[in-house]
């Protein structure tokens, strides 16, 4: 059984005919399009994109920067005069 990750569907056939609907659909949620009652594809609005492709960026940068907080010890002081 696939997992449906939206509370919103829009079938193939139904897709094809209005794509527009599918995209009114996708506000704050996903919209799954399903093809023989199994998940073929996600619609997702520009809003929606935004913030899962932030969320993302949040945390590779969070990542990145615990890995280097993690080797501030093994850092060297240097002046102004050293660069």
Known sequence: MDTLLSTRSIGISDLRESPARAF???DETAVV???HNRPAGYILSTRLMEALLDQAADRLITSRAAARVAS???ARKITLDDL
Request: glycine share 0%.
């Open 24 to 26: 009114e659909q996708a």
């Open 33 to 35: 399009v399903l093809n």
């Open 72 to 74: 501030i010890k093994s």
